[in-house]
T-cell receptor, first 113, second 115 residues
Framework: DQQVKQNSPSLSVQEGRISILNCDYT??????FLWYKKYPAEGPTFLIS?????DKNEDGRFTVFLNKSAKHLSLHIVPSQPGDSAVYFC????????????FGTGTKLQVIP | DTAVSQTPKYLVTQMGNDKSIKCEQN?????MYWYKQDSKKFLKIMFS???????INETVPNRFSPKSPDKAHLNLHINSLELGDSAVYFC??????????????FGEGSRLTVL
């Protein structure tokens, strides 16, 4: 049972425009959400996160929005740059106890120059 | 200096063989993990150790045996390799103190191909 879902396997965006990556989750107990970025032949790297007590977190060009009632989060990248081309993984975890992070299947973003 | 390093990066072997993948982290973290990314790109946790103690053990065949000699190292040994074991295996570490943030630091991955 996949508790974190990214239904778009790929996305293409023009340089300078906004990229919006979406993620849905099914486990209402999740209370911390993260985005990871992965380049080919490298491991995922942490990008941005949000606690369930917030609905928005911003870090430079990256903003994550959380809609708890819809069990949905999204990552906005503005403006998109060619170097942002990568696979983006949505992830979720439960606070308390040990960090068992559940990942989605990823969305491959291509930013076209 | 690489924070989380895995060896080997590539491993090609025959069915039925036994192989090991090693992982070391120099971040001073107290928790380490093994994740498996299969052909469908699904990144799934296998094991987690905290200060050499096994804390997460997902439904993984007992042919897979993790070993943590100290908190900076977590090795993965696989017996009697099967075709379905072909995947990329990622080691990761995290700092356990404080609130659970889920921020993991990953190695570059070890691509295992079983022929």
């Amino acid at each position: 049972d996949q508790q974190v879902k990214q239904n778009s396997p790929s996305l293409s965006v023009q340089e300078g425009r906004i990229s919006i990556l979406n993620c849905d989750y099914t486990n209402s107990m999740f209370d911390y959400f993260l985005w990871y970025k992965k380049y080919p032949a490298e491991g995922p790297t942490f990008l941005i996160s949000i606690s369930s007590i917030k609905d928005k977190n911003e870090d430079g060009r990256f903003t994550v929005f959380l809609n708890k009632s819809a069990k949905h989060l999204s990552l906005h990248i503005v403006p998109s740059q060619p170097g942002d081309s990568a696979v983006y993984f949505c992830a979720a975890s439960l606070s308390g106890g040990y960090q068992k992070v559940t990942f989605g299947t990823g969305t491959k973003l291509q930013v076209i120059p | 200096d690489t924070a989380v390093s895995q060896t080997p990066k590539y491993l090609v072997t025959q069915m039925g063989n036994d192989k090991s993948i090693k992982c070391e982290q120099n971040l001073g973290h107290d928790t380490m993990y093994w994740y498996k990314q299969d052909s469908k790109k699904f990144l799934k946790i296998m094991f987690s150790y905290n200060n050499k103690e096994l804390i997460i053990n997902e439904t993984v065949p007992n042919r897979f045996s993790p070993k943590s000699p100290d908190k900076a190292h977590l090795n993965l040994h696989i017996n009697s390799l099967e075709l379905g074991d072909s995947a990329v295996y990622f080691c990761a570490s995290s700092h356990q103190t404080g609130p659970n943030t889920g921020e993991l630091f990953f190695g570059e991955g070890s691509r295992l191909t079983v022929l």
